[in-house]
């Protein structure tokens, strides 16, 4: 049945019984083929009776998905034939592997890539054996898999990845098939709201295809027991125009199903006649809702029970070993031959050329086109001199206006040389003026598609700013954007990143897969800039506190993070420049956005940034003899703490020979056989001695840098101040108070590894003791920090820059 829920006409091709029984044959040689994949590893012709040393001795995978999928995959070729259609492919529903292998193989695609998998029958039998298979493929549409740019292994995010994927590629189309159970999932559900953000001019289209088979792994779906009313009231509400396709019957779903896509791309053109004609609406555009049985046409009671039609065929629907019932090997046998292979392969195993012509050519094929193989599409970004934008620095620890604020003028002058090729966007759940990145506003606005009024700010139907108050659209929109071949930057409160934890993960491991494939390209890295981090967010308190998506990221594969902490706004200039030229990687950066002490000049910003690590010489005075004491840090507020430490220690304890060594690429740290970026021993030695207390102040967690140095000679003198879970409402130095990672604290913990600091140790010790009572005593009676904190500079011999 097919419901267009508009009683609009359409004019469609006539569709003859001749061809839909063609595409029915299409259908039937990919369901054959996943079966295959599930069950076979030799025999993939049945030119003999199946015997169980044709069967996998392990069965992994999952059927229920699959026919549908095949379906879909199918009929989508018919119309991209038919109109000529730019159009990838995304598999939503988890373990939708062997239906977009399938696809593939059919239309020749999976063979060029991988030509020892040939269109015979010995390239069936390598087909069938590999799947789930140790040293094959995984169950998913995976990097392995051609023209995926999503894997499904986690469900929620396929609808963001191809919104991302249509952004500034107006003729593409996304087919975007939802299951019904990812549909359930938080960030899937929000997606639907991302044709608000969707301009039909610059953009090109999101064609989903709700897939309701009616059950999870165990469960029925929510969306598939609803009513039909209420169904399509929900997706009328999200702003689409819902299009049904219901039943069993394969006959009537074909035809309903050619029909609803020919209608489908009828509204997507209109959608773009009317844009280029505007009328003052807001556009509709269309999405299928397709109703099939799980595990369509596969067998239908097994030992009793129901299969087709239920959760039992979520995964393999039928045990065949030989421990299991006899007759399930010929319930395969006959459920295998229901397709009728004979039909549709000929003698050597290759599909016949009436059913092969029915598949796209060349590029329009979904797994051969580039915009699913994003790296063959990417150029580089036009990149003004970073250098232009630098601080002026004469002195050490001048007052900046805020390292991300300066940055933003950077960003804004990227914008606007890319404005032609369009492959550059910022994202951001709503913060992109409260992280002060506000003067990219000076060159576009945020893109909108929907109402607005008088009071609005930077909103238009296009624009490179994309913000919506949801982390997981955002991360889904950038991530689809990188995958086609294009730039951007994810900017977000610091605390708040975690919400897309699991989406770096999944993001971090497909880079990692891609490394080792060789026809896929690099694509751009994944530029995480976080910002209101734990030392500034005073204002909000306890919930906004929290620095440990560093500890996340560090645990993913040393050929695919970086963590990069600015000190300052020339170092963050340099940092920011460095990762948008870079291929590959996920690049998180932490800086500061508060008027902050500026450090160093961008000459010596540069070096630094190059090194990763290294010492201040004009803030140490151990230069002619080994150090009594190593100061350390990581991160602007760490930073500005230890060098007001070091000028603590240098008034009342003159004799203490310091080094203050400051880290900017945090990975340094890790030994050179872990990471690339790693030090060998003697180098690390050189910085941190093998015998000399190491106090280190730390922008995160302080175990992590234990755990990065866990194995260097000086790790026990290595003492780490950082953040442990102390915070609230409060003034910024009380945060590091709280902490234990301010000035007073980190020259006490000094003076407690120094015993030759004597006496006079203890006296300082105890004057310290006294400043901090002072501090609560002065910020619960002004509410503000005491004025030798605000008003505290560097001073020293050195200050001056050459």
Same mark, same amino acid.
């Given at each position: 049945?097919?419901?267009?829920?508009?009683?609009?006409?359409?004019?469609?091709?006539?569709?003859?019984?001749?061809?839909?029984?063609?595409?029915?044959?299409?259908?039937?040689?990919?369901?054959?083929?996943?079966?295959?994949?599930?069950?076979?590893?030799?025999?993939?012709?049945?030119?003999?009776? =199946?015997?169980?040393?044709?069967?996998?001795?392990? /069965?992994?995978?999952?059927?229920?998905?699959?026919?549908?999928?095949?379906?879909?995959?199918?009929?989508?070729?018919?119309?991209?034939?038919?109109?000529?259609? #730019?159009?990838?492919?995304?598999?939503?529903?988890?373990?939708?592997?062997?239906?977009?292998?399938?696809?593939?193989?059919?239309?020749?695609?999976?063979?060029?890539?991988?030509?020892?998998?040939?269109?015979?029958?010995?390239?069936?039998?390598?087909?069938?054996?590999?799947?789930?298979?140790? %040293?094959?493929?995984?169950?998913?549409?995976?990097?392995?898999?051609?023209?995926?740019?999503?894997?499904?292994?986690?469900?929620?995010?396929?609808?963001?990845?191809?919104?991302?994927?249509?952004?500034?590629?107006?003729? /593409?189309?996304?087919?975007?098939?939802?299951?019904?159970?990812?549909?359930?999932?938080?960030?899937?559900? @929000?997606?639907?709201?991302?044709?608000?953000?969707?301009?039909?001019?610059?953009?090109?289209?999101?064609?989903?295809?709700?897939?309701?088979?009616?059950?999870?792994?165990?469960?029925?779906?929510?969306?598939?027991?609803?009513?039909?009313?209420?169904?399509?009231?929900?997706?009328?509400?999200?702003?689409?125009?819902?299009?049904?396709?219901?039943? #069993?019957?394969? !006959?009537?779903?074909?035809?309903?199903?050619?029909?609803?896509?020919?209608?489908?791309?009828?509204?997507?053109?209109?959608?773009?006649?009317?844009?280029?004609?505007?009328?003052?609406?807001?556009?509709?555009?269309?999405?299928?809702?397709?109703?099939?049985?799980?595990?369509?046409?596969?067998?239908?009671?097994?030992?009793?029970?129901?299969?087709?039609?239920?959760?039992?065929?979520?995964?393999?629907?039928?045990?065949?070993?030989?421990?299991?019932?006899?007759?399930?090997?010929?319930?395969?046998?006959?459920?295998?031959?229901?397709?009728?292979?004979?039909?549709?392969?000929?003698?050597?195993?290759?599909?016949?050329?009436?059913?092969?012509?029915?598949?796209?050519? %060349?590029?329009?094929?979904?797994?051969?086109?580039?915009?699913?193989?994003?790296?063959?599409?990417?150029?580089?970004?036009?990149?003004?001199?970073?250098?232009?934008?630098?601080?002026?620095?004469?002195?050490?620890?001048?007052?900046?206006?805020?390292?991300?604020?300066?940055?933003?003028?950077?960003?804004?002058?990227?914008?606007?040389?890319?404005?032609?090729?369009?492959?550059?966007?910022?994202?951001?759940?709503?913060?992109?003026?409260?992280?002060?990145?506000?003067?990219?506003?000076?060159?576009?606005?945020?893109?909108?598609?929907?109402?607005?009024?008088?009071?609005?700010?930077?909103?238009?139907?296009?624009?490179?700013?994309?913000?919506?108050?949801?982390?997981?659209?955002?991360?889904?929109?950038?991530?689809?954007?990188?995958?086609?071949?294009?730039?951007?930057?994810?900017?977000?409160?610091?605390?708040?990143?975690?919400?897309?934890?699991?989406?770096?993960?999944?993001?971090?491991?497909?880079?990692?897969?891609?490394?080792?494939?060789?026809?896929?390209?690099?694509?751009?890295?994944?530029?995480? /800039?976080?910002?209101?981090?734990?030392?500034?967010?005073?204002?909000?308190?306890?919930?906004?506190?929290?620095?440990?998506?560093?500890?996340?990221?560090?645990?993913?594969?040393?050929?695919?993070?970086?963590?990069?902490?600015?000190?300052?706004?020339?170092?963050?200039?340099?940092?920011?420049?460095?990762?948008?030229?870079?291929?590959?990687?996920?690049?998180?950066?932490?800086?500061?956005?508060?008027?902050?002490?500026?450090?160093?000049?961008?000459?010596?910003?540069?070096?630094?940034?190059?090194?990763?690590?290294?010492?201040?010489?004009?803030?140490?005075?151990?230069?002619?003899?080994?150090?009594?004491?190593?100061?350390?840090?990581?991160?602007?507020?760490?930073?500005?703490?230890?060098?007001?430490?070091?000028?603590?220690?240098?008034?009342?304890?003159?004799?203490?020979?310091?080094?203050?060594?400051? !880290?900017?690429?945090? =990975?340094? /740290?890790?030994?050179?056989?872990?990471?690339?970026?790693?030090?060998?021993?003697?180098?690390?030695?050189?910085?941190?001695?093998?015998?000399?207390?190491?106090?280190?102040?730390?922008?995160?967690?302080?175990?992590?840098?234990?755990?990065?140095?866990?194995?260097?000679?000086?790790?026990?003198?290595?003492?780490?101040? %950082?953040?442990?879970?102390?915070?609230?409402?409060?003034?910024?130095?009380?945060?590091?108070?709280?902490?234990?990672?301010?000035?007073?604290?980190?020259?006490?913990?000094?003076?407690?590894?120094?015993?030759?600091?004597?006496?006079?140790? @203890?006296?300082?010790?105890?004057?310290?003791?006294?400043?901090?009572?002072?501090?609560?005593?002065?910020?619960?009676?002004?509410?503000?920090?005491?004025?030798?904190?605000?008003?505290?500079?560097?001073?020293?011999?050195?200050?001056?820059?050459?």
């Amino acid at each position: 049945m097919l419901d267009t829920t508009e009683s609009t006409p359409f004019e469609t091709e006539a569709l003859t019984d001749g061809h839909l029984q063609k595409i029915d044959a299409y259908w039937r040689a990919a369901n054959y083929l996943s079966v295959g994949q599930l069950y076979l590893r030799d025999n993939p012709l049945l030119k003999e009776p =199946l015997k169980l040393e044709h069967i996998k001795n392990m /069965l992994l995978g999952h059927w229920g998905t699959t026919p549908g999928q095949n379906f879909i995959y199918t009929h989508l070729n018919r119309i991209i034939k038919r109109y000529d259609l #730019d159009m990838i492919y995304i598999s939503g529903p988890g373990h939708g592997g062997p239906a977009v292998v399938a696809g593939t193989y059919l239309e020749g695609t999976y063979s060029e890539v991988y030509p020892a998998i040939t269109q015979d029958e010995d390239g069936l039998k390598k087909l069938f054996t590999q799947f789930s298979y140790p %040293g094959g493929i995984s169950s998913h549409a995976s990097p392995q898999t051609p023209g995926s740019i999503h894997e499904g292994g986690e469900l929620g995010y396929s609808l963001s990845h191809a919104f991302g994927a249509v952004l500034d590629n107006p003729k /593409l189309i996304v087919a975007c098939v939802v299951g019904d159970g990812e549909a359930e999932t938080g960030p899937l559900a @929000t997606a639907w709201h991302s044709n608000k953000f969707l301009n039909p001019l610059t953009d090109g289209t999101v064609l989903p295809i709700l897939h309701l088979n009616g059950y999870k792994i165990s469960n029925p779906t929510v969306l598939a027991r609803i009513s039909h009313e209420e169904l399509e009231q929900l997706f009328r509400g999200y702003g689409w125009n819902p299009i049904f396709v219901e039943g #069993d019957d394969p !006959v009537l779903m074909h035809r309903a199903m050619a029909e609803a896509l020919d209608y489908a791309v009828d509204r997507i053109l209109q959608v773009k006649y009317d844009a280029e004609h505007p009328n003052g609406q807001r556009p509709r555009w269309p999405m299928i809702i397709l109703r099939s049985p799980k595990g369509w046409m596969g067998p239908k009671i097994v030992d009793g029970q129901q299969i087709e039609g239920t959760f039992r065929a979520h995964q393999v629907p039928l045990s065949v070993s030989a421990s299991a019932p006899k007759e399930h090997l010929q319930i395969l046998e006959d459920w295998m031959k229901s397709y009728k292979p004979e039909e549709l392969f000929d003698e050597n195993g290759r599909l016949i050329a009436e059913l092969a012509a029915l598949a796209p050519k %060349g590029d329009y094929r979904m797994g051969s086109n580039p915009f699913a193989n994003g790296g063959l599409l990417l150029h580089d970004l036009r990149l003004p001199e970073f250098r232009d934008y630098a601080v002026p620095v004469k002195e050490h620890g001048v007052m900046g206006e805020g390292d991300v604020h300066v940055t933003g003028r950077f960003l804004r002058d990227i914008i606007q040389l890319n404005e032609k090729q369009a492959n550059f966007r910022i994202f951001g759940p709503d913060e992109t003026i409260s992280n002060r990145l506000e003067e990219v506003f000076e060159a576009t606005n945020r893109q909108w598609n929907t109402t607005t009024v008088p009071n609005d700010e930077f909103l238009a139907p296009a624009g490179r700013v994309m913000e919506m108050l949801s982390e997981h659209q955002c991360e889904g929109w950038l991530e689809g954007y990188l995958l086609t071949g294009r730039h951007g930057l994810f900017n977000c409160y610091e605390a708040f990143i975690h919400i897309i934890d699991s989406m770096f993960n999944q993001h971090a491991k497909w880079l990692k897969m891609t490394l080792e494939i060789p026809w896929r390209r690099k694509i751009a890295s994944l530029n995480i /800039l976080l910002t209101s981090t734990v030392w500034r967010q005073d204002h909000n308190g306890f919930t906004h506190q929290d620095p440990g998506f560093i500890d996340h990221v560090i645990n993913k594969k040393s050929e695919i993070v970086r963590v990069y902490l600015a000190p300052d706004s020339n170092c963050l200039l340099s940092i920011m420049d460095h990762c948008l030229r870079s291929r590959h990687y996920v690049n998180v950066i932490i800086a500061g956005k508060h008027p902050s002490p500026q450090w160093l000049s961008m000459e010596e910003a540069v070096d630094h940034c190059t090194r990763g690590i290294g010492i201040w010489d004009w803030a140490s005075n151990d230069q002619d003899c080994e150090p009594d004491l190593v100061m350390a840090c990581s991160g602007d507020v760490p930073t500005l703490e230890t060098l007001a430490a070091v000028s603590i220690l240098r008034e009342h304890l003159p004799e203490l020979k310091i080094r203050v060594v400051n !880290v900017v690429d945090l =990975l340094k /740290l890790e030994r050179e056989s872990n990471h690339p970026h790693g030090m060998n021993d003697r180098d690390f030695d050189s910085l941190f001695t093998k015998n000399k207390p190491v106090i280190f102040a730390f922008h995160g967690y302080p175990w992590l840098i234990h755990r990065l140095t866990y194995n260097r000679i000086n790790n026990p003198n290595i003492h780490v101040r %950082g953040y442990i879970e102390e915070g609230t409402i409060t003034t910024s130095f009380d945060m590091t108070v709280l902490n234990e990672l301010d000035r007073f604290h980190l020259v006490m913990d000094a003076i407690d590894r120094l015993p030759q600091t004597g006496s006079k140790g @203890t006296y300082l010790k105890q004057m310290l003791q006294d400043k901090l009572i002072q501090h609560k005593e002065y910020i619960h009676l002004n509410g503000e920090d005491i004025p030798e904190i605000r008003d505290w500079k560097w001073k020293n011999s050195n200050n001056a820059i050459n």
